[in-house]
């Protein structure tokens, strides 16, 4: 079993940044690549970014792209989401997730275990 835990969501004015963390238990983790997602209300969990078991290859969503940065902890069982100059469309509940395998994934199905989620929301 592996439980994960988001923190660092909150309240930031647009143009703001914020730093998401993701702590897991139970398990080690450097053997998994993982993810992050979000939800906004009334939408669809959508992918934001993910990162490899090594942590050199990443991958993200276009609606992200030179804004957040994905990067793992040292001991590996901690994954980060840095998130600048926000915008009002990235308000929503972000998750961490850990993959079924080592590569970088963008679908929700190549995830096995989620975090409760943290809320971000950016006002305007």
């Known amino acids: 079993q592996v439980q994960l835990e988001e923190s660092g969501g909150g309240l930031v004015q647009a143009g703001g940044s914020l730093r998401l963390s993701c702590a897991a238990s139970?398990?080690?983790?450097?053997?998994?690549?993982m993810g992050w997602f979000r939800q906004a209300p009334g939408k669809e969990r959508e992918f934001v970014e993910a990162?490899?078991?090594?942590?050199?290859?990443?991958s993200y969503a276009d609606s992200v792209k030179g804004r957040f940065t994905i990067s793992r902890g040292n001991a590996r069982n901690t994954v980060y989401l840095q998130m600048n100059s926000l915008k009002p469309e990235d308000t929503a509940v972000y998750f961490c997730?850990?993959?079924?395998?080592?590569?970088?994934?963008?679908?929700?199905?190549?995830?096995?275990?989620w975090g409760q989620g943290t809320q971000v929301t950016v006002s305007s």
């Open positions: 997730a850990k993959a079924r395998g080592a590569v970088p994934a963008g679908r929700i199905d190549e995830y096995d275990y």
């Open positions: 139970g398990r080690p983790l450097s053997s998994y690549a």
């Open positions: 990162i490899s078991r090594s942590g050199f290859r990443k």
